[in-house]
């Protein structure tokens, strides 16, 4: 577990799913960008909803270690 700003480069170990559009922004394996990142802190202040990541609060995320 990781801060998610910390996350950047990191193979993610969850899904994070943005509401709208509902469709996974990024999926377990796939490798966080920091535009993912700055996507979803952007979306949150516009109100979006996210779903999929355990941290309800969206401070931190589950990788996967190489």
């Given at each position: 577990?990781?801060?998610?700003?910390?996350?950047i480069g990191k193979i993610s170990?969850?899904?994070?799913?943005?509401?709208?559009p509902g469709i996974s922004l990024i999926s377990p394996g796939e490798i966080i960008s920091e535009?993912?990142?700055?996507?979803?802190h952007q979306g949150i202040k516009n109100?979006?909803?996210?779903?999929?990541i355990k941290d309800t609060n969206l401070e931190f995320?589950?990788?996967?270690?190489?």
């Open positions: 577990r990781v801060k998610l700003k910390d996350s170990g969850e899904y994070i799913i943005p509401y709208p535009e993912i990142i700055t996507y979803i109100g979006m909803i996210v779903s999929g995320i589950d990788i996967i270690e190489k």
